[in-house]
């Protein structure tokens, strides 16, 4: 089937490298945020949340760093692996008590040997 | 998948059939959500839900309708089925503000 990488902004990288995927948003207000990793046929999983009150947060060779001023936020991956290859999605709830959940077009990792 | 079911895993309809997927989850969640996936259009918020019976709309909800009648379920109807419906269809959960969605394994539905 058609893959749902086609037309996403890719990065390829080489093994051993480290990978830095970037990610707009929109709401200044917006006081969380999420990073999604996608493999080929399978289901969004979580790998990373921040909150608007921290501008780095590291998890095991993975770090997300917020800027609030230019509202921007970026992943990076530490000596990427082969593993790693698959779309990455930075999400962004909405406010309020509906907790509406919106999610970036994704980033196309590409990890060479 | 954090005990989110979808079911069916796949399906092929035809063109002005209604077809409803299931979502079902077991961790007692909040917050559900529908969305689309196509290639070059990341993930698309069709619907979601905030409690039973506290549904609105996403980004892309004409032609779809939702139902939550009880926590553990959230249903996503087609009532009529087009082509421009085909797709992959993940459900999500969450179970508060601020934490993060659980998704489901995806439903591939093709309108023939």
């Known amino acids: 089937g058609e893959s749902v990488g086609l037309h996403l902004p890719t990065l390829s990288v080489q093994e051993g490298d480290n990978s830095i995927i970037n990610c707009a948003y929109s709401?200044?207000?917006?006081?969380?945020f999420i990073w999604y990793k996608q493999e080929s046929g399978k289901g969004p999983q979580f790998i990373i949340d921040?909150?608007?009150?921290?501008d780095k947060r590291q998890g095991q060779r993975v770090t997300v760093l917020l800027n609030k001023t230019v509202k921007h936020l970026s992943l990076q991956i530490a000596a990427t692996q082969p593993g790693d290859s698959a779309v990455y999605f930075c999400?962004?709830?909405?406010?309020?008590?509906?907790?509406?959940?919106?999610f970036g077009k994704g980033t196309l990792l590409t990890v060479n040997p | 998948d954090a005990g989110i079911t979808q079911s069916p895993r796949h399906k092929v309809t035809e063109t002005g059939t209604p077809v409803t997927l299931r979502c079902h989850q077991t961790?007692?969640?909040?917050?559900m959500y529908w969305y689309r996936q196509d290639p070059g259009h990341g993930l698309r918020l069709i619907h979601y839900s905030y409690g039973v019976k506290d549904t609105d709309k996403g980004e892309v909800s004409d032609g779809y309708s939702v139902s939550r009648s009880k926590t553990e379920d959230f249903l996503l109807t087609l009532e009529s089925a087009t082509s421009s419906q085909t797709s992959v269809y993940f459900c999500?959960?969450?179970?508060?503000?601020?934490?993060?969605?659980?998704f489901g394994q995806g439903t591939r539905l093709t309108v023939v």
């Open positions: 999500a959960a969450a179970g508060r503000q601020n934490t993060e969605a659980f």
């Open positions: 921040i909150r608007s009150n921290m």
């Open positions: 709401n200044s207000a917006s006081d969380y």
């Open positions: 999400a962004e709830p909405a406010g309020g008590s509906n907790y509406k959940l919106t």
């Open positions: 961790e007692n969640h909040r917050y």
